[in-house]
């Protein structure tokens, strides 16, 4: 979040309704329709899957279907009453990356790298971009979606200065 603010300072995040999850989530899809590019085999559509009940989640499914992406959400615990229509596994899997990604940053920060788990060890063999958001994300994303600066900030660039 202290990067998000940050990046509002810049670019009007906020006033244009981009939510943190909307260049995360965006970023994800922009990801794997890159890599769909770049396999030239794989020619089905994706189906992006969120969890349901994500907050903003309304503001990422209007932006994905605003550019064609078909985005759809659901429960990160199925109701039991309720028949499953659709697998839980890749909910599941993100979640488990996630987590052990998360519990690798601050170990590197206390321990240093040398404390990878044996379950991340196993997942990094197969191909990935596992990343964490950055202001040049950010800005890349303001940049795609056709977000301009803020004008102080071109100005600062520009060399003027208010007097």
Not at 31 to 52: C, D, G, S, T
Not at 119 to 140: A, V, Y
Request: some cysteine.
């Amino acid at each position: 979040m202290d990067l998000y603010d940050v990046a509002n300072e810049y670019f009007p995040l906020k006033e244009k309704r981009v939510v943190p999850l909307l260049p995360c989530g965006g970023g994800c899809i922009s990801k794997a329709l890159h890599w769909r590019r770049n396999k030239q085999r794989i020619e089905e559509p994706i189906l992006f899957y969120f969890e349901e009940d994500e907050k903003d989640w309304g503001i990422l499914k209007q932006w994905a279907n605003d550019h064609g992406y078909p985005c759809e959400s659901g429960p990160k615990v199925p109701d039991p009453s309720k028949p499953l229509d659709f697998p839980l596994t890749p909910l599941q899997a993100a979640d488990f990356v996630a987590w052990e990604q998360r519990k690798l940053y601050d170990d590197a920060v206390i321990n240093g790298l040398n404390r990878i788990r044996h379950s991340l060890k196993g997942l990094m063999t197969i191909p990935h971009h596992w990343d964490s958001f950055e202001i040049r994300d950010f800005t890349n994303f303001a940049i795609a979606n056709n977000l301009d600066p803020r004008k102080q900030w071109l100005d600062k660039l520009n060399g003027k200065t208010d007097k």
